[in-house]
């Protein structure tokens, strides 16, 4: 019996709000704007009560519609419970060993960024003890096309959405650095497909440098990013790539405890 049937294992009618449960959770799992009619051949649910529930989730801020009218993705108040879920105390206790561990390491200020729908927004900092140092404190919202962690997510995004992306999104300028030709960020952001990173070259903020690497979920999804950023008097581009393999175990580190 599928889980969103309309009839339990008693033959009992399943709730309403266990199923905007299991419908939610079927929208996060895709990671992706979704229509009603994505979900009713696996769900077993009929489109229109696919529909009616969206529509509820919608009202409350659980989903948001999209702007093509017809497909939804996560709602601010989701994206809110999933902060509040990564930063519960026993889960945030054991992250920021990792991060302090990293930041030892390093010696330079370690960040846990995630995705929100129109930045990445920092969720964590473990500080630097130098007393030269660039703050960005927590709850920072960074853009997606100038900033290392929001390079990373960008190059997660199937490419219709990427090119949308590119296509309508201001590529404003922070620096001198900043890549704001939309060609020229196409490319940047497949490399960093490729090695599985990304950095910050000046890019957001002029004398600073970052490098972030992607927290896995059991799903292959990146539900979060760990970077590190250093002032370029005290660390160059090539030598912060030498703490790539570093900050690669943390990342592995991180995504165990997801």
């Known amino acids: ?4 049937g309309e009839q339990g294992q008693s033959g009992d009618r399943i709730p309403t709000t266990l199923r905007l449960l299991a419908l939610l959770e ?3 799992h895709r990671g992706a704007p979704v229509t009603p009619a994505d979900l009713a051949e696996s769900t077993g649910l009929p489109k229109a009560t696919i529909h009616r529930l969206f529509q509820t989730m919608e009202t409350e801020g659980y989903l948001q519609r999209e702007p093509d009218g017809r497909s939804y993705s996560v ?3 989701t994206r809110q419970l999933a902060a509040g879920t990564l930063s519960t105390m026993r889960v945030r206790t054991s992250r920021l060993a990792v991060m302090r561990a990293l930041a030892k ?5 370690c960040n846990l960024v995630i995705p929100d729908r129109e930045a990445m927004v920092y969720l964590d900092r473990v500080e630097t003890d130098w007393p030269l140092r660039v703050q960005l404190p927590v709850g920072t919202r960074v853009p997606f096309h100038c900033t290392a962690s929001g390079k990373l997510y960008l190059s997660t995004l199937p490419d ?3 090119e949308r992306f590119l296509s309508s999104h201001p590529l ?3 620096t001198p650095n900043t890549i704001t030709d939309p060609a020229a960020l196409h490319e940047a952001i ?3 497909r490729e090695t599985g990173h990304a950095q910050d070259n000046e890019e957001f903020i002029e004398g600073m440098i970052a490098f972030a690497m992607p927290l896995r979920d059991r799903w292959g999804r990146i539900p979060a990013v760990i970077t590190f950023h250093a002032p370029t008097q005290r660390m160059t581009l090539e030598a912060g790539r030498r703490h790539l393999p570093r900050l690669k175990r943390s990342a592995e580190e991180l995504s165990a405890l997801l």
């Open 26 to 28: 079927a929208v996060v």
């Open 105 to 109: 390491d390093i010696g330079e200020t």
């Open 1 to 4: 019996m599928d889980p969103l």
């Open 190 to 192: 497949m490399h960093t």
């Open 172 to 174: 404003d300028r922070s």
């Open 75 to 77: 709602g601010l108040r």
């Open 160 to 162: 219709t959405h990427l």
